[in-house]
């Protein structure tokens, strides 16, 4: 039987994360209230326009800003992030400094990083966790990379420190792309293709066949929606919650829960069907310019 060990690679050379702790704290507290931070802050707002939303609160700091590739389903793509002291933002650039859209916001007291280590071209990474979603993302420089970890880092501990909350522990898998895998990743029979299309088990992440992904499951930390997973994340799922309920209940109660999905139903995660392979870009391509591509304000 194939395994996909080597495929996932990726998210198993996890390496420690050890931060010492930086002069963030006291950055924030120096700016906030200030007119450069709001300025700071209406140019972001202004760079989204109607697309996004207003960012300006009271006490909030942006700390820093810049561009990242960040591991989309189908390929890396490029983003601008921009760090907050409570959220971190990112959108698609439409022109740099100009214009952005697509505006996607989390709340930081539920991010974790986790350090990556360099895999073939996939340089400079590290994982962004949350409970939602979690994804990789890769800097231009060793150097970003650190700074990036190191801000968003020392913001999530202010803020649960302010907070009083525990660190989040549950995160949602991040997705394998597309691109690692050729045939379901649970059956290991089925090839992909227009027909064979693939989908994301919403807990484990693979990428599998329609199916091997024919339930959907409650995951309130994910969704307030029933999401696809594959079988195996499925059966343990149940079992887990039969476990956890304290009463018996019969398996069809629980399936009855969960619902099937409808085998023509279109689904939210659509199909890459066949898309010229795309490589990570390395610096030369995309970070060639004289701009510094984050910067972390002082
Ligand atoms: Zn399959
Ligand atoms: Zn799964």
């Known amino acids: ?13 996890v390496v420690g994360i050890s931060l010492a702790e930086g002069p963030v704290n006291k950055m924030v507290d120096r700016l906030i209230n200030t007119d450069i931070n709001t300025q700071r802050i209406t140019a972001v707002e202004h760079c989204f326009r109607a697309t996004g939303q207003p960012l300006a609160l009271q006490g909030r700091v942006l700390v820093g800003e810049g561009l990242l590739t960040k591991a989309c389903r189908k390929k890396p793509k490029h983003r601008m992030f921009f760090l907050f002291n409570d959220i971190l933002v990112y959108g698609t650039v439409i022109i740099l400094k100009k214009k952005y859209t697509n505006q996607q916001i989390i709340p930081l007291e ?106 959907k499951f409650l995951m309130p930390k994910m ?42 139903e279109e689904d939210s995660d659509k199909s890459s069907d066949e898309e010229r392979q795309e ?7 995309f970070f060639s310019t004289d701009l510094p591509w984050s910067s972390f304000h002082a």
């Open 1 to 13: 039987m194939v395994t996909h060990s080597q495929r996932l690679d990726w998210c198993a050379v």
């Open 110 to 215: 539920d991010v974790t990083v986790e350090d990556l280590m360099d895999d073939g071209c996939l340089k400079n990474q590290w994982l962004i966790k949350t409970s939602r979603k979690s994804f990789r993302v890769c800097a231009a420089t060793l150097l970003e990379k650190e700074d990036w970890m190191k801000h968003i880092d020392s913001c999530v501990k202010q803020l649960l420190e302010k907070t009083g909350r525990r660190p989040s522990t549950e995160h949602a898998a991040p997705w394998i792309p597309d691109k690692m895998t050729e045939i379901c990743m649970r059956c290991t029979e089925r090839k992909f293709n227009t027909l064979i299309r693939r989908h994301h088990c919403r807990k484990c992440g693979f990428v599998v066949c329609h199916s091997c992904s024919k339930h």
């Open 223 to 264: 969704s307030s929606k029933p999401l696809r997973v594959c079988t195996l994340c499925y059966n343990r799922l149940v079992e887990e919650k039969n476990e956890g309920s304290t009463s018996e209940r019969k398996a069809d109660e629980i399936t009855g829960l969960n619902m099937m999905i409808a085998s023509n």
């Open 279 to 285: 490589q990570w870009p390395g610096p030369d391509q």
